[in-house]
C-alpha cells in the first residue's frame, strides 16, 4: 500500500524493517566486493578489529559495544555506544544485555531460556534451510556464535522495530566505525516487571522476541553466506530476503508447537 495509508502499528513496523533491508542492500551492493580486503588491509595496519566477544567470554564479563544509528543517513559511521554485560553464554550464542536497561542484572534466566532455544532449536532450522549464521566466523570475532544485544536504546530511538541487523558488522571497525566485526543482531528489551499480561515485562517480551530472534538471525544467515561464498558480489533482494525470514518463523513454529 502507498506509504500514507501505512498507519496501523504492524505497517508501521513492516515499512521500517523493510527500510532497513533496503539500506543494507544497498550498502552491501556498494561495499561487499571489497570487504576481504578491507580486513586484510586492519590485520596489516595490526589494528584492533573486534568489539570485544571473543570466545573466551563468561556471564558476568562487560564490554564496551557500538550499535548503529539508524535515524542518521551514515549509520555505519554514526552510533550509540553501549556498556553491555555478558548475561548468557551457550553453544551457538552470546547474549548481552545494556547495563542501562530498566532491569539490567536481573533476568539473567529470561536470557538463558531465549539463547538455549536458539542453540538447540532455532540453530539447526537455520543451518538446515538456509546456512551457517557464522560462515565466516574466522575473519570476523572468531568466537564460534552470534552476539545478541538486548538494549532499550533500540526501544528509545527505533520505536516501530523489535530488531536489526546491520551489513556494518560484517566489515572492521577501521572501515566503518559502528562495527562490532561479528555476527549481531540488535533487540528491544523488557522494561518492566510482570507477569505475561503484563506489556513490557520479561515474559511478554520473550513470549514476542523468540519469532523476532531467528528472523533476523536468518538475515545474518543470508548476509554471511553471500560474503562467503561469492566474495560479497550478489545478494537477495529485499522482498524474496523477508520473505525466506518470515518462513524460517514458520519453521521455528512448527518445531517449537
Not at 542484572?105 to 557464522?134: C, H, S
Not at 571497525?173 to 562490532?180: E, F, G, I, L, P
Request: include cysteine; proline fraction near 4%; glycine fraction near 8%.
Amino acid at each position: 500500500r502507498p506509504a500514507a495509508m501505512r498507519t496501523t502499528p504492524e505497517d508501521l513496523a513492516d515499512a521500517a524493517h523493510l527500510d532497513v533491508l533496503e539500506r543494507n542492500a544497498r550498502f552491501m551492493e556498494q561495499n561487499g566486493p571489497g570487504w576481504r580486503m578491507a580486513h586484510l588491509a586492519a590485520r596489516l595496519q595490526a589494528k584492533p578489529v573486534t568489539g570485544g566477544v571473543t570466545a573466551s567470554v563468561a556471564v558476568g564479563d562487560v564490554m564496551q559495544l557500538r550499535m548503529g544509528n539508524l535515524n542518521s543517513s551514515n549509520y555505519c559511521q554514526q552510533f550509540f555506544d553501549i556498556t553491555g554485560r555478558v548475561a548468557y553464554v551457550g553453544t551457538k550464542s552470546i547474549i548481552v544485555e545494556d547495563n542501562a536497561n530498566p532491569l539490567a542484572g536481573t533476568i539473567d534466566t529470561t536470557y538463558a531460556q531465549i539463547g538455549d532455544e536458539y542453540d538447540t532449536v532455532m540453530f539447526p532450522i537455520l543451518e538446515t534451510y538456509y546456512g551457517n549464521p557464522i560462515a565466516n566466523d574466522a575473519i570476523l570475532d572468531n568466537n564460534g556464535r552470534i552476539v545478541m544485544v538486548f538494549t532499550t536504546k533500540v526501544n528509545d530511538n527505533f520505536t516501530t522495530l523489535a530488531g536489526f541487523v546491520t551489513a556494518c558488522d560484517f566489515f572492521p571497525r577501521t572501515t566503518y566505525a559502528s562495527s562490532n566485526v561479528g555476527e549481531f543482531f540488535y533487540a528491544t528489551a523488557p522494561t518492566v516487571a510482570g507477569t505475561i499480561s503484563t506489556v513490557g515485562s520479561p515474559p511478554r517480551w520473550r513470549w514476542s522476541m523468540r519469532g523476532t530472534i531467528i528472523h533476523e538471525v536468518k538475515h545474518i544467515v543470508s548476509t554471511g553466506e553471500r560474503f562467503a561464498r561469492n566474495g560479497g558480489t550478489a545478494f537477495e533482494v529485499s522482498w524474496l530476503e523477508e520473505t525466506t525470514a518470515r518462513i524460517s518463523e514458520e519453521l521455528y513454529e512448527r518445531a517449537r508447537y
